[in-house]
């Protein structure tokens, strides 16, 4: 129940297309839900959160979308580029009040 | 610089060994996590403290301890290593609950 599956477990995207990374869970007590960074070498850093009470979140070109019903939230990355190229995790917070990571998503953004 | 320390970055090490591994959380948060990062696991969390306290424990060996300090740094004690303790350790802080985790860059343990 503590578990998040992240998929896909790696991606390559042209760039200027659109990326998407999908999770799911099933501890409905989760109720924060963070996207994180991650480049080679350093530490995951938050990128971009949503809260179940909104079905989307938009930031620049990162957009998380929430649907509380099925238990899914996805990244979507718009006008990917080059830089975006990272490993990236999801994640989801509840009571218990420590982050469940996927198992993360390696994306390659070819130029 | 994520305001989250820890040293050292790298540390190689044989079977067998202690190591301690520290951290300084971002000033201001009272918690401090510990994760696992190695390459077929992904992150997993080993323990958290708050203001000094056990708060929460994960799937952490026997061989390993932590603790954190009245000036709220905190340390990982690896002992009697083995080739697969050999991984990222990173630490996380946070002010509150229910809030995104800030990382530090992690430590790179190299057990041989």
């Known amino acids: 129940q503590q578990q998040v599956k992240q998929s896909p477990q790696s991606l390559i995207v042209q760039k200027g297309g659109i990326s998407i990374i999908n999770c799911a869970y099933e501890n409905t007590a989760f109720d924060y839900f963070p996207w994180y960074q991650q480049f080679p070498g350093k530490g995951p850093a938050l990128l971009i959160a949503i809260r179940p009470d909104v079905s989307e979140k938009k930031e620049g070109r990162f957009t998380i979308s929430f649907n509380k019903s099925a238990k899914q939230f996805s990244l979507h990355i718009m006008d990917s580029q080059p830089g975006d190229s990272a490993t990236y995790f999801c994640?989801?917070?509840?009571?218990?009040?420590?982050?469940?990571f996927g198992q993360g998503t390696r994306l390659t953004i070819n130029p | 610089d994520s305001g989250v320390t820890q040293t050292p970055k790298h540390l190689i090490t044989a079977t067998g060994q202690r190591v301690t591994l520290r951290c300084s959380p971002r000033s201001g948060d009272l918690s401090v996590y510990w994760y696992q990062q190695s390459l077929d696991q992904g992150l997993q969390f080993l323990i958290q403290?708050?203001?000094?306290?056990?708060?929460a424990k994960g799937n952490i060996l026997e061989r390993f301890s932590a603790q954190q300090f009245p000036d709220l740094h905190s340390e990982l004690n690896l002992s009697s290593l083995e080739l697969g303790d050999s991984a990222l350790y990173f630490c996380?802080?946070?002010?509150?609950?229910?809030?995104?985790?800030?990382f530090g860059s992690g430590t790179r343990l190299t057990v041989v």
């Open positions: 403290y708050y203001n000094g306290e056990e708060r």
């Open positions: 994640a989801a917070l509840g009571g218990a009040q420590k982050l469940v």
């Open positions: 996380a802080s946070s002010n509150q609950p229910n809030y995104g985790y800030t």
